[in-house]
């Protein structure tokens, strides 16, 4: 199932990392290759601009390594396998002033619902 739209009241000007459901597995740290589940929305309006929660298989990336935007290099450091994350992102960190056409307008804050699905070594 998707997770619940959340609308910040503020515009972002730092990473806000919620935690909504602790991991007990080990903890993401830079040079792991994280296996997510995520789900996008714009911090404005809620839109949905992207999302794999209801895929069969998660997204595969290695933290830190700039293979993703830097909300996400920086706001799943710590993070534990089998927990699920709420990130708010800024513009600043997520596609900046030239957004990601078409569905991400020019410095938009974002919002992330991830789950921490495995960490391959």
Not at 44 to 54: I, V, W
Not at 96 to 111: F, M, Q, R, W
Request: proline share 6%; hydrophobic share 40%.
């Amino acid at each position: 199932t998707s997770p619940e739209v959340f609308k910040p009241e503020a515009a972002a000007t730092e990473i806000q990392k919620t935690d909504l459901k602790s991991g007990d597995g080990a903890a993401a740290k830079v040079g792991d290759c994280l296996v997510m589940k995520y789900y996008g929305t714009l911090a404005a309006d809620g839109t949905l601009f992207d999302e794999n929660y209801t895929k069969p298989s998660g997204f595969a990336f290695t933290l830190g390594s700039g293979q993703v935007i830097k909300g996400w290099d920086q706001g799943l450091v710590g993070m534990k396998v089998g927990g699920e994350r709420r990130l708010v992102i800024p513009a600043a960190l997520g596609y900046g002033e030239a957004g990601s056409p078409p569905k991400i307008p020019a410095n938009a804050d974002l919002v992330f619902v991830v789950k921490l699905l495995r960490i391959v070594k």
